[in-house]
């Protein structure tokens, strides 16, 4: 039997590229039967957390409320994924996988490439946890793409002018996940 780890870091090789692939084929059907227009106007990123085990964070904080001798369980780490969708569908363009807790910004250039691969994009809005130079750069410069991501609570703005996006749009606050959006739309049942 390998080391767990041996299977660990072959999981890109094994299932990153199938899934990558298996990713292009949706896109491109989904572009044939006219649910994605030739171009996604406006997208979204972001990253959520999912549980490791099979019990929720919910189930267990209800047990502890009714049975004292319950222990609480605490995650160090967690699967986590950063997400890009198509905002008029909430069709996933990209899905990158990585480990959590964790700011958002480690998977976006891989998220952001992947998806602008599978469809051609205008405009990426991001929570206030993309907030950064390097991010707005890297998005407006390098992919020559539009960027509506609102300043992070500690972000100075004395002195900074918004963006001609950010003042059209009259962005404050942030957006929401695409993991939100289909669990309130009753698309995802958790």
Partial sequence: MPHWTTLQKASDR?????????????????????????????T?????????????????????????NVLEMQYSRFPKVGLLADCRTHFILAAVPGLGPGPDYPHLIETIREGSRRQPIGTILGDAGYDAEWVHRFIREELKLHSIIPPGPDASTVGLRKSPIDSKCGITSGVPSVSDVSVRDGRSKR
Wanted: hydrophobic letters at 35%.
């Fill in 14 to 42: 094994l299932l990153k590229k199938p899934a990558n692939q298996l990713l292009d084929e949706i896109v491109s059907e989904a572009r044939q039967v006219r649910l994605l227009k030739s171009r996604s106007k406006l």
């Fill in 44 to 68: 979204a990123i972001d990253g959520t957390g999912f549980t490791a085990q099979h019990t929720s964070h919910y189930f267990i904080r209800r047990r502890q409320r009714h049975d004292q």
